[in-house]
Every structure is written in structure tokens, then in C-alpha cells.
């Protein structure tokens, strides 16, 4: 999927966009940055709770655990929308 960048027009490939992440606070930015003209976008806010629960359910999905893993999904997708908003 192509995406253009609002600040230099150019396409950017979704496919080949790299996740950064900023601390500021309490909070983590995760945002992607323009291959050519450098212009930050912002993807989503995390915490330290929820960085946890990613870690968790990474470690789900290694080991086949469903029940988990949807269990966690749930909270974690509960967590990200009340932190950023949704």
C-alpha cells in the first residue's frame, strides 16, 4: 500500500516503513518518519503497561497459546484505545 507524505508529495510503501519510538514522560510517541523529506507522523501513544502487554502477548503467540493470547488481545486493545483516545 502506497501512502504520500503531506509535506513532500513523494509515495512512501507502507510495506517499507520503520516504527520509531520517542519517550516523552510517562508516555512513548510511536511514530514513522518520511524517507525523503525526514517529516514525522504520529502512529500511537504507549506506556509502560502496555508495553508490558505487548511483551506478553508476543510471548503468547510464540507459544501457541490462544486462550491467552485472545485473553491479553482484549486487554491490550482496551488499554491502546483508552491511552490514545479511541
Known amino acids: ?7 513532500c508529495n513523494n509515495d512512501i ?4 516503513l ?4 520517542r ?3 510517562k508516555l512513548i510517541k510511536v511514530f514513522y518518519t ?9 502512529v500511537m501513544w504507549h506506556n509502560d ?3 508490558e502487554l505487548q511483551k506478553k502477548l508476543d510471548q503468547a503467540r510464540a507459544n501457541n ?3 491467552a493470547f485472545n485473553r491479553l488481545q482484549s486487554v491490550f486493545k482496551k488499554k491502546l ?3 490514545n483516545n479511541r
Open 1 to 7: 500500500m502506497l501512502i504520500t507524505c503531506a509535506i
Open 13 to 16: 510503501n507502507t510495506a517499507d
Open 18 to 21: 520503520v516504527l520509531s519510538e
Open 23 to 25: 519517550p516523552l514522560g
Open 34 to 42: 518520511c524517507p525523503y523529506c525526514g517529516a514525522e507522523y504520529h
Open 49 to 51: 503497561e502496555t508495553k
Open 65 to 67: 497459546d490462544t486462550v
Open 81 to 83: 484505545d483508552k491511552l
